[in-house]
């Protein structure tokens, strides 16, 4: 299985149709694994595909394969699994700013929602199309939260999760990889076939934004000062000075796939993605240098703890980087 945080991959591969099981099985196998899985503890990180993490309080949620969530409540140090309502892979989470509030979605058109900070999960919503992937999804406030997936696929809960209406983004069928949100409250979409998105409303309407390359973006990291960074295939970064009414190419010496992204601290970012592929920044993205890590398997997120420490999720599970 493809390793890219929220992806489709690099073609329209990581939507292929999982064979269905019946609704009774499902809930069976699901029941019975939950059950196994929350009486597990792992002092040592867990190595399994983990897609995407979220801080919830003081707490990390990540979610990955066959429905997995996990909560760490020493900033990644040891892991708890948290029963899980779905054997659906699960490609993103996200949490309200209560940190109590949150939503993970995934395969087979999944939307999970907690109210109790990730200690527990319902099914949210569930659309009638199994093969549909939902790739991200964003709390632009307690109440706005937006779901985005392949083929364009678009979901928007104006009563934070109690109800969901379709949303339409743009007029194609292009895989929607990653939504982002602003110091400001501007939304970003970045997808396949050049696909850059912004809207200023919560995501009542969307802007094209000029695109320089017509591949496929995997993120927007939005900086400071209206600066925005789009990443994506072959090793293509872009920075914008003005919320993205021009771009600037930013040259690297290879060319891998770059799925992730983070601001390390003011000023120093990170980018990763396909196995040794570590990026740093020590201007605010106006260059990057190769980072060596330990780390050899694809990243499909990175995050920076509440006590400053960078880890890693992908196909290793999490990882914790080393300092640069």
Not at 29 to 40: D, K, N, Q, R, V
Not at 110 to 123: E, H, Y
Not at 187 to 208: F, H, V
């Amino acid at each position: 299985m493809s390793f890219f945080k929220r992806r489709a991959g690099q073609a329209r591969l990581f939507c292929a149709p999982i064979k269905a099981m019946t609704v009774l099985r499902r809930l069976v196998i699901s029941i019975t694994l939950g059950f196994l899985l929350a009486s597990t503890l792992w002092a040592t990180p867990p190595r399994m595909l983990l897609l995407d993490a979220a801080q919830a309080d003081q707490d990390i949620i990540a979610v990955g394969e066959r429905g997995t969530i996990l909560r760490s409540s020493d900033n990644g140090q040891k892991w708890d699994a948290i029963a899980s309502p779905t054997l659906a892979t699960l490609t993103a989470v996200t949490f309200a700013r209560d940190g109590q509030h949150g939503w993970a979605v995934g395969h087979d058109a999944s939307v999970l929602a907690t109210a109790d900070g990730g200690l527990s999960w319902t099914v949210a919503h569930q659309g009638p199309n199994l093969e549909v992937a939902y790739l991200d999804v964003c709390a632009a406030d307690e109440d706005t939260i937006i779901v985005i997936g392949a083929y364009g696929q678009s979901l928007r809960s104006l009563d934070a999760g109690k109800s969901w209406q379709s949303l339409m983004v743009q007029d194609s069928d292009s895989h929607l990889n990653c939504i982002s949100q602003g110091d400001n409250g501007t939304l970003y979409i970045a997808g396949e076939r050049g696909t850059l998105l912004r809207s200023k409303d919560r995501g009542e309407t969307w802007d094209n934004i000029a695109s320089p390359y017509d591949g496929s973006f995997y993120g927007i990291l939005p900086l400071a000062d209206a600066k925005l960074l789009a990443y994506g295939l072959r090793g293509h970064i872009y920075r914008s000075l003005d919320d993205g009414g021009n771009w600037t190419s930013v040259p690297i010496a290879t060319h891998p796939l770059l799925a992730a992204a983070c601001v390390l601290s003011p000023g120093n970012i990170v980018l990763a993605g396909q196995a040794r592929a570590f990026l740093i920044s020590r201007d605010g993205g106006s260059t990057f240098t190769p980072w060596a890590q330990t780390q050899t398997t694809g990243v499909a997120q990175l995050m920076v703890t509440t006590d400053g420490r960078l880890l890693a999720f992908g196909e290793s599970g999490v990882t914790l980087l080393r300092e640069p």
